[in-house]
């Protein structure tokens, strides 16, 4: 078959070129997989495919020539070459390219969705020890673009790390949903053969199949919420730039020289430009949800390029932003520091209203009264209009008193900020662990596979020598 240029050019080859660079080893797992099960069910040349896939694997594929459609067919057609019709047709009995190229892309989006989890956390981990490290530096939040309360930089770090942990869970679930596998649902309405698909999941290192053959290979859900949990995570990544951009303004987040650059024209800058680069990613992990919805909408339940071939290389590109974003962050964190003196340099009187209208109601002043007392004594919140004692008002308001009168759970209080940031290294172990899970279980179902070819190997070594003995045996006899 010849297809016609226009065609080869921006799909066959364009998908071909993909899968051959990121996808051929997901390939040869899910084929291996589905192999040994079909030896297991007895399926003639089936462990005669194991042995087969097994070597053609360490062999580098072809290049697109458009002699074959696609990686699969590619993988066929050296198979019939080397080693037989026969073997390679094995491999086909109940297995369409629907419920083989879906557990493939799962399981490469599977993989990768694990490694950023691993970046997620260091990212996490850099901002705890920058907030631990800066633990009582006092600084001046705004709201409205306009100076507000004041904080600490460690309860500014664990609020940030606090919406980081969520945006973590968020991609952890939508990898709970991907991580399922297709493999035996064939085309929709299920395997002519037997196969055992839960065996064919932990085969490949998933937590279970879906269970529905035809959601398995036409539901594109997993794809959608995959770019919907980086995309909220992109916009929580994008809030904390804007802020450390803001610092770096005024110099009170100064970055380091590594991640910085300088003007063409004007020789006394130095530009934050890793923090607008990362914030650049940010925006891409944004822009992917309404890629995937489209590529979801208004597509038959029973259709499959839009939602997986269409999916593919839009999720890559995402995962590949949100690593960046992730990375960039994490290092502008590591290698700049905070300006003390800077942070705190909108400090005024009047960012502490708040705390002379609280002494006057606890003096007894109705609180619309000590409001309006509070606004006609400003600017500087003078004693006299309040009818207070200036060294009272000054105690009152001082920074230490504020921050010691928050001993709230997650309030600015020494104490509540301390067992915050133990909580949040805490949750952190715990997610450190989950994560080792994974990869682990993952891990060991590649060995398995390799183990499962050797116990066949075994297996078919010890028929041969029984077969040989019984040959034996019989001409003895004769």
């Known amino acids: 078959m010849r297809w016609h ?45 194991v ?79 920058v907030a631990q490290s800066h633990a009582g530096v006092p600084l001046v939040l705004r709201t409205h673009h306009q100076p507000a309360q004041p904080s600490t930089l460690d309860h500014y770090l664990l609020g940030i790390a606090a919406l980081l942990e969520r945006d973590f869970r968020r991609l952890r679930r939508a990898l709970d949903t991907l991580d399922r596998s297709p493999l035996g649902a064939s085309a929709l309405a299920g395997n002519p053969y037997p196969v055992d698909r839960a065996r064919l999941a932990a085969l490949l290192g998933f937590a279970g199949p879906v269970e529905n053959t035809l959601d398995a290979v036409a539901s594109g859900d997993y794809a959608l919420e995959l770019a919907a949990a980086l995309g909220g995570m992109g916009a929580s990544l994008s809030r904390f730039l804007t802020d450390l951009l803001f610092w770096a303004e005024r110099g009170a987040f100064v970055v380091g020289e590594g991640l910085s650059q300088g003007s063409s024209f004007m020789p006394q800058k130095r530009n934050p430009v890793v923090l607008e680069h990362a914030r650049i990613y940010a925006g891409h992990l944004l822009g992917g949800v309404g890629t995937l919805a489209f590529l979801n909408h208004n597509t038959p339940f029973t259709d499959l390029n839009d939602h997986s071939t269409g999916v593919l290389e839009p999720l890559a590109g995402l995962l590949e932003s949100a690593e960046a974003v992730l990375e960039l962050t994490r290092v502008a964190l590591q290698e700049s520091q905070f300006e003390p003196s800077l942070l705190l340099e909108e400090l005024s009187p009047e960012v502490l209203a708040s705390e002379a209208v609280d002494l006057l109601v606890r003096k007894g002043v109705p609180l619309a009264e000590a409001y309006r007392r509070v606004q006609g004594a400003l600017p500087g919140v003078r004693p006299e209009l309040l009818g207070v004692e200036r060294e009272e008002l000054i105690a009152w308001m001082c920074l230490e008193g504020f921050f010691a009168r928050r001993e709230v759970l997650g309030g600015v209080g020494p ?27 993952v891990r060991l179902a590649r060995r398995g596979l390799a183990q499962g070819f050797e116990h066949l190997q075994a297996q078919e070594s010890q028929e041969a020598a029984e077969e040989e003995g019984e040959e034996e045996g019989q001409k003895h006899r004769e």
């Not at 104490?415 to 450190?432: H, I, M, V």
């Open 415 to 441: 104490q509540a900020r301390r067992g915050a940031l133990a909580q949040a290294k805490k949750r952190l172990r715990e997610d450190r662990k989950l994560l080792s899970a994974l990869r682990a279980r």
């Open 51 to 129: 042995a087969a896939l097994r070597e053609l694997r360490t062999l580098p594929l072809p290049s697109f020539t458009g002699e074959v459609e696609d990686v699969f067919f590619s993988i066929y057609a050296q198979l019939s070459e080397h080693w037989g019709e026969e073997v390679a047709g094995a491999i086909r009995r109940g297995l369409s390219r629907n419920d083989l190229d879906l557990t493939v892309f799962r399981a490469y989006l599977r993989d990768r969705v694990v490694a950023l989890l691993g970046d997620f956390l260091r990212l996490r981990e850099m901002v705890l020890q």
């Open 5 to 49: 240029a226009v065609y080869r050019r921006f799909v066959l080859g364009r998908h071909y070129r993909f899968a051959r660079e990121a996808l051929v080893p997901h390939f040869f797992d899910a084929l291996t997989a589905y192999a040994l099960e079909l030896s297991r069910l007895g399926i003639p040349k089936a462990g005669e495919a």
